[in-house]
């Protein structure tokens, strides 16, 4: 297992490395450059009856120019000495490891050979289907400048590649990721370096040669998807102890042995299913990753922009290169131009590493992720049906075909409906409805209620009120954390770690919490208004009661001639001031409201002899009550002071009334006859006190026996909108 216990200067490494990349692309130039050169391109005509190349290209300033022209066909290439070679497609491929089978892979070497020979006579002779020779003296090098755009291309994209993964383990050395990161970088480079040489050659290369680059390009493929396991043992946390880098990079020199040996005849097996293999190792540990980075968002965040920019260009690469050579098809898009995919992933996996902005890919990276391992299973099976069970080809195939569709799409059709990752519109159409519902519902404050709501849209680990000028929500600490501004009396909250801190805050968070903000303020907007409308049209109906009602009453109580018909609407007069004042006046404190409670009831009391005690226990004595809350309270202390003056035969009433943080209470008890409780209901009394507590949203119970007193508790929540 490699240690890195030593720290370089980064500009040191960034320097030793490019020396050593300069003179290993002097290697690649040499090996391109020294090689016969006649000026022209080769393709292979499709349309061809019989079997030979055709000249696509023709350089201007080439041994060839005046020779050979652009769409002859050459069937034949000749030595003076009379060695020849009848060509075929197989002379002008592009990837050697395109073939399926090692004799066929074999059978390139053996005809480059003789080809490369033939080039390197003082001339050469080129014969077409009419039989017409065309002899030629080839160039002993080739120019620099002649060497196509592809090969440019592929040696742009390991360069990309290697500079990107350099840089990141240069100004990271403490951590095992970078370094494999970086490791798995060099096999890459060294692997698109090899394919550019002999992937644009003309016509042949030395055939030593040849091989040794096929086999580096062999190399690096293996020490790119080692290395990539690897890292996924050890970022962004280390999985165990177990000497996993050591028993992968064996794995892998097996592969390579196995290849290198031709141990087997099926090239696939030992190239394309090796390294689809060790695609589904990556996976699977992907997965452990995920389970264990549950409690660290920043080591979350790195895994997912990790999996993201990984898995999606190994699936465009795979899916367009290795899955259709398996089947026996050319590839869709040919490895030449795939290289272009990786020095994407190197871009993105670099700045998610160093930069740590994953905010946008929550929601469907892990949809992603899932299709391509969907295929992975697919190809795997296929596999497994040819090689163990020693199927056809066709046979395999029919039978994976009926397996998916009856068995296996289905399947995975419910698993992805149980795990997938929600779509950002579906997780806002089911947020809403209980944004909303919360939003307008009475019973808390709207302090309360957004403290709710935050903490069920996001479940973050801590949330604390702050100061913030800001009007929109802010995400900080590179995603940790999410800042809220207040609204009205609202205050401003910061959020730390969404989702119990199995994820960092994104974009969609900030969105999210802007618009609820949004909603929260109109709501209260229209509850103010209501508020507004609702007070307003009570004073106007206790104004009409004063005006009309009340001046009625009065008259009756001056002009009535029956001393009962005045004594009734002298009460009613006096209940009706009551009810007025509960339309129109101020809110109460219950300071003061305690005072009044008490002067009526020692009133009360003192008029049937009856001994009356009030004590409070109250945390804050500026807590207001509304008018109707207040009179709403005052009423139920008096219907029941009344049936115990009436009914109970007491010789005392006790009144306690404490309160919580969260709650009034209320007791009042005597020692008189006492009663049932299961009766209490029947009066109408009892009933009118029972609509008053549900007004208040409040609570009350009764505990009572025959000859032993009575006892009433209710309770009332302090953050009622009611009171």
């Known amino acids: 297992m490699i240690s890195i216990k030593r720290e370089y200067p980064p500009f040191s490494i960034l320097t030793i490395g490019l020396t050593g990349v300069l003179i290993y692309l002097l290697f690649i130039f040499s090996s391109a450059s020294q090689v016969p050169w006649i000026g022209v391109e080769f393709d292979h005509p499709g349309n061809s009856s019989t079997d030979s190349i055709i000249i696509i290209n023709t350089e201007a300033k080439g041994p060839a120019a005046s020779l050979l022209k652009t769409g002859s066909e050459i069937t034949e290439v000749r030595a003076p000495n009379g060695q020849f070679v009848k060509l075929s497609a197989i002379d002008i491929v592009v990837e050697p490891d395109d073939k399926a089978t090692y004799s066929s892979y ?112 062999q190399f690096g493929a293996m020490l790119f998807s080692t290395c990539g396991t690897i890292l996924l043992w050890h970022y962004p946390t280390k999985l165990g102890r177990f000497p996993f880098p050591l028993f992968v990079f064996l794995l892998g020199a097996a592969f390579l042995t196995a290849n290198y040996l031709q141990l087997t005849n099926n090239l696939d097996l030992t190239v394309r299913y090796s390294i689809l293999f060790l695609v589904l190792v ?94 992975m299973f697919i190809v795997l099976f296929d596999a497994i049906l040819v090689f163990s069970l020693e199927m056809t080809a066709s046979m395999s195939l029919i039978i994976t075909l009926a397996i998916a569709g009856w068995l296996y799409f289905p399947l995975r059709q419910r698993v992805l409906q149980q795990f997938a990752p929600t779509h950002s519109s579906d997780y806002l159409n089911t947020t809403y409805p209980t944004l909303i519902q919360a939003a307008v519902s009475s019973g808390k404050s709207p302090n309360k209620h957004w403290q709710n709501m935050l903490e069920d849209l996001f479940k973050p680990l801590e949330m604390v009120p702050i100061t913030l000028e800001a009007k929109t929500s802010l995400i900080a600490s590179d995603g940790l954390l999410l800042k809220v501004p207040g609204f009205n009396n609202v205050p401003a909250y910061q959020l730390r770690c969404a989702d119990n801190g199995r994820r960092l805050f994104c974009q969609q968070d900030q969105q999210l919490a802007n618009r609820s903000k949004e909603l929260f303020e109109y709501v209260q907007k229209q509850q103010k208004a209501h508020s507004d409308g609702v007070e307003k049209e009570r004073k106007r109906v206790a104004r009409d009661l004063h005006d009309d009602v009340g001046a009625k009453l009065l008259s009756i109580v001056y002009r009535s001639q029956d001393e009962e018909v005045s004594d009734l609407a002298r009460e009613t007069l006096s209940e009706l001031r009551n009810v007025m004042q509960g339309l129109e006046s101020d ?18 009391c003192h008029l049937f002899d009856i001994e009356f005690t009030l004590e409070t226990f ?62 209490v209901s029947k009066g109408r009394g009892i009933r009118n006190i029972n609509t008053r507590i549900t007004e208040l949203k409040g609570e009350i119970a009764w505990h009572g026996e025959p000859d032993h007193g009575m006892i009433m508790v209710f309770k009332l929540p302090l953050d009622s909108e009611e009171h």
Request: hydrophobic content about 50%; aromatic content about 14%; glycine content about 4%.
């Open 106 to 217: 074999n059978e390139i070497f053996e005809r480059q050979k003789k080809l490369y020979t033939i080039l390197n006579s003082p001339s050469v002779t080129f014969i077409t289907p009419e039989l017409q020779t065309i002899e030629i003296s080839p160039s002993p090098s080739r120019p620099l400048s002649s060497l196509p755009k592809l090969f440019w291309f592929q040696i742009s994209c390991a360069l990309i590649v290697l500079l990107l993964g350099l840089a990141v383990w240069a100004f990271n050395q403490r951590e095992r990721g970078p370094f494999y990161y970086a490791l798995a970088a060099i096999g890459l480079f060294i692997a698109i370096t090899a394919s550019a040489v002999y992937s644009t050659r003309e016509l042949a290369l030395e055939p030593e040669l040849f091989l040794f680059l096929s086999r580096l390009n």
């Open 282 to 375: 990556d996976m699977a540990l992907a997965f452990v990753q995920w389970s264990k980075t549950a409690r660290d968002p920043v080591a979350r965040a790195r895994l997912k922009w990790f999996v993201f920019s990984w898995f999606t260009g190994i699936l465009f690469y795979i899916s367009l290169v290795f899955l259709p050579q398996i089947v026996g098809h050319k590839p869709l898009l040919h490895q030449t131009m795939a290289w272009g995919f990786f020095p994407l992933i190197y871009a993105g996996i670099a700045m998610g590493i160093i930069r740590y902005k994953l905010f946008n890919l929550d929601r469907w990276v892990l949809t992603a992720w899932y299709w391509f391992a969907c295929g």
């Open 587 to 604: 809110p109460v404190t219950l300071e003061h409201a305690t005072t009044l409670i008490r002067e009526e009831a020692l009133q009360r």
């Open 618 to 679: 109250v945390n804050d004595q500026q807590f207001t009550l509304s008018p109707r809350a207040f009179m709403n309270i005052r009423r139920i202390i008096r219907e029941v002071t009344t049936n115990t003056l009436k009914h109970a035969s007491a010789s005392r009433i006790d009144m306690l009334l404490f309160t919580t943080p969260n709650q009034l209470m209320l007791s009042i008890s005597d020692n008189g006859r006492g009663f049932n409780p299961k009766g």
